[in-house]
């Protein structure tokens, strides 16, 4: 069983930035394809960007590309999510997830098999 640890979440003012985390514990995630998602309250969870388990490939939510930066470290068994130019509608628990022997990326919720508890980003403007 994979358990998902995100951190770095928090307050910040628009404009802004924020760097979230990801790391699993019990294992190491070099071979799973990982993923970020957000949920806004009242909101169905969105995709935000995905990773292959290489990190050769990535992709982006529409409402975060060209702002957000998705990356991994598998050396560090860490996914990343770089948060630019931050505004009040990215406000959402975000939450992190993976997919075990995936190759590329994924973007629907339904193609990863284990979820992390969610951080929350709050954007004020």
């Known amino acids: 069983q994979v358990q998902l640890i995100e951190s770095g979440g928090g307050l910040v003012q628009a404009g802004g930035s924020l760097r979230l985390s990801c790391a699993p514990s019990g294992r190491t995630f070099s071979r799973y394809s990982m993923g970020w998602f957000r949920q806004a309250p009242g909101a169905e969870r969105e995709f935000v960007a995905a990773?292959?388990?290489?990190?050769?490939?990535?992709y982006y939510g529409d409402s975060v590309k060209g702002r957000f930066t998705i990356s991994r470290d598998n050396a560090k068994n860490t996914v990343y999510l770089q948060m630019n130019s931050l505004k009040p509608e990215d406000t959402a628990v975000y939450y992190c997830?993976?997919?075990?022997?995936?190759?590329?990326?994924?973007?629907?919720?339904?193609?990863?098999?284990?979820w992390g508890q969610g951080t929350q980003v709050t954007v004020s403007s």
């Open positions: 997830a993976a997919r075990s022997g995936g190759i590329v990326y994924y973007t629907s919720i339904n193609e990863y098999n284990y």
């Open positions: 990773i292959s388990w290489s990190g050769g490939s990535t």
